[in-house]
């Protein structure tokens, strides 16, 4: 199993070099393709005559295909430099489901976590939430600050027993397989019969994937989740964090649970979630 190709999405905002650099790196690490997908907001009409918004929208439209023009030859530039195999496609959208459909042909897809200080960022409040919920791959979401890793060396897998945790777990194979030191930390409040799997099967699963795995039994922890998986993460000194990205029902719309949402929020290392 390997990744084979990736789609970085990015925007106009100052982090988004770094995050193409990022992820062009490990693009060439797993000799996958890049699909490289730029966002522009969408020019919102807010009265008519349609007229009175011609001179606007003329002008709107030209400083974004500048905008979409250089990002453009920024990201061809590096990839060159990179040796990726790569496309690009600029959307005049910050809707979600434009990324949703083209990544669905992805094996994985890699965001930067939301900089409320940046103004220039083109995703809006809910885009993140909405891709890893709806997207159905496997997403890795880039911390917008502090020094990133060359390599996945050291990475912790979160366990809960849970169906997103399995299914995280198997997407980050590639990974973990290349990782030298894999950590699962099994964290429960109580014990839960219903969704607990044996720490020997967990181990057992991951060795007949190649990959040498230390079991961290964590049972009967009451502070909040998203700290102390932070906080263990960074003691272990961690390049990557796995974990299931929970969400739950509100009426008839899906929403992040709070573990995940104050994980997306928190960050300090890469975060790998399926959902």
Same mark, same amino acid.
């Given at each position: #199993?390997?990744?084979?190709? #990736?789609? &970085?999405?990015?925007?106009?905002?100052?982090?988004?070099?770094?995050?193409?650099?990022?992820?062009?790196? =490990?693009?060439? *690490?797993?000799? @996958?393709?890049? /699909?490289?997908? !730029?966002?522009?907001?969408?020019?919102?009409?807010?009265?008519?005559?349609?007229?009175?918004?011609?001179? #606007?929208? =003329?002008?709107?439209?030209?400083?974004? *295909?500048?905008?979409?023009? !250089?990002?453009?030859?920024?990201?061809?530039?590096?990839? /060159?430099? +990179?040796? &990726?195999?790569?496309?690009f496609s600029g959307y005049r959208s910050?809707?979600?489901?434009?990324?949703?459909?083209? +990544?669905r042909a992805s094996d994985l897809t890699i965001i930067a976590q939301r900089n409320v200080a940046d103004n220039e960022s083109n995703l809006d409040n809910n885009f993140r939430e909405n891709v890893v919920l709806k997207l159905g791959r496997p997403v890795l979401f880039v911390p917008y600050t502090g020094a990133l890793p060359k390599k996945f060396d050291t990475i912790i897998v979160a366990w809960n027993g849970g169906r997103e945790a399995?299914?995280? #777990?198997?997407? @980050?194979?590639?990974?973990?397989?290349? @990782?030298?030191? &894999?950590?699962?930390?099994?964290?429960?409040?109580?014990?839960?019969?219903?969704?607990?799997?044996?720490?020997?099967?967990?181990?057992?699963?991951?060795?007949?994937?190649?990959?040498?795995?230390?079991?961290?039994?964590?049972?009967? &922890?009451?502070i909040d989740p998203a700290d102390w998986l932070l906080s263990r993460a960074a003691d272990c000194d961690a390049d990557l964090l796995v974990m299931g990205a929970y969400g739950h029902h509100r009426l008839t719309e899906l929403v992040l649970g709070g573990v995940t949402k104050s994980i997306l929020r928190q960050m300090t290392l890469p975060v790998l979630m399926s959902h």
């Open positions: #199993m390997s990744y084979r190709s #990736m789609t &970085v999405c990015l925007d106009n905002s100052a982090g988004s070099s770094r995050l193409l650099e990022f992820a062009l790196t =490990l693009a060439a *690490q797993n000799d @996958a393709h890049l /699909t490289g997908l !730029h966002l522009t907001y969408d020019p919102i009409i807010l009265s008519d005559p349609y007229a009175v918004w011609t001179p #606007m929208l =003329l002008e709107w439209e030209e400083s974004a *295909q500048k905008k979409q023009d !250089h990002a453009r030859l920024a990201f061809d530039t590096a990839a /060159t430099k +990179a040796g &990726v195999n790569v496309d910050s809707d979600s489901k434009e990324v949703i459909a083209h +990544a399995a299914r995280a #777990m198997a997407d @980050a194979l590639p990974f973990l397989q290349a @990782a030298q030191q &894999v950590k699962v930390l099994s964290i429960s409040e109580k014990t839960d019969e219903e969704n607990d799997l044996p720490d020997i099967d967990i181990a057992a699963y991951l060795a007949k994937h190649g990959v040498k795995v230390e079991i961290e039994r964590n049972e009967n &922890v009451h």
